[in-house]
């Protein structure tokens, strides 16, 4: 299976991935993780994307169409992928679309993430993660069983830079402005199929299941 996760800020596409991922093999290439493992460490990459990070603007397509198509190729993704937060401008589509024509492929499922701006500020001010594993907590949905700590590990918890009430707003302007319109590209494609991602995340799972089955 090759999918496309689409949804704004905080719909649960990071929390989705994971489980997908265990239950069809599939890789979960999240760009928006790698870019902050770059800026993380310094990268020439991370350079580049760290001021458009902070703001909450969209890192340039030619930046994270490299790092797909790197990353598409390895053989731990020749069974299917999850793209979590990528394509996320009508561009960065076409150019998959391209680099998986090649590949004699394509795409078989783009999920909507479909959820109104209103929820979203109490889900990203609140979420929690793990950096080196990936875990996400919520404070209130999905809390760790000590505060600030990881479950597994015991390690510390952080929140993500960009995680505000003043930087969502931007994000979610990227998202309207630039995101949305490859989600009209692939339903012209008859690929697009909508979940109700303000639901309680087993449910939102359900939902994933039974389209994916
Ligand atoms: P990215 O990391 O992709 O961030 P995002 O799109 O803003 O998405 P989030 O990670 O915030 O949301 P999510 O849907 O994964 O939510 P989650 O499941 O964690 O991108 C960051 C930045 O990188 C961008 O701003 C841009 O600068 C750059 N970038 C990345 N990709 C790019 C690209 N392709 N092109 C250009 N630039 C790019 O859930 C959120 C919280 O809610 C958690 O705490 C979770 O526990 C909780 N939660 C989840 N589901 C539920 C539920 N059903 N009910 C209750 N709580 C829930
Ligand atoms: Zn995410």
Do not use: F, N, W
């Given at each position: 299976?090759?999918?496309?996760?689409?949804?704004?800020?905080?719909?649960?596409?990071?929390?989705?991935?994971?489980?997908?991922?265990?239950?069809?093999?599939?890789?979960?290439?999240?760009?928006?993780?790698?870019?902050?493992?770059?800026?993380?460490?310094?990268?020439?990459?991370?350079?580049?994307?760290?001021?458009?990070?902070?703001?909450?603007?969209?890192?340039?397509?030619?930046?994270v169409v490299g790092i797909i198509d790197d990353a598409i190729k390895k053989p731990s993704c020749q069974k299917g992928f999850i793209l979590d937060g990528f394509p996320r401008t009508v561009v960065q589509a076409e150019k998959l679309d391209d680099m998986l024509a090649k590949q004699g492929t394509k795409i078989d499922k783009v999920l909507n993430f479909s959820i109104d701006d209103a929820i979203l500020e109490e889900r990203i001010t609140g979420r929690w993660i793990h950096p080196s594993s990936g875990r996400t907590y919520h404070s209130k949905f999905a809390p760790p069983k000590v505060p600030g700590v990881d479950d597994v590990t015991g390690e510390p918890l952080i929140q993500r830079k960009d995680d505000t009430a003043a930087v969502l707003k931007s994000r979610l302007e990227a998202f309207h402005r630039q995101t949305e319109p490859v989600v009209d590209y692939y339903s012209k494609k008859g690929a697009v199929t909508n979940l109700h991602a303000d639901k309680p995340t087993e449910e939102v799972t359900k939902e994933v299941k039974m389209v994916l089955s």
């Open positions: 299976k090759r999918l496309i996760l689409i949804g704004p800020p905080g719909s649960g596409k990071g929390t989705q991935s994971p489980i997908i991922k265990d239950e069809y093999c599939l890789c979960h290439l999240a760009t928006g993780d790698m870019l902050r493992a770059a800026v993380a460490t310094k990268t020439p990459l991370g350079v580049k994307a760290k001021e458009a990070m902070e703001k909450g603007e969209l890192v340039s397509d030619d930046l």
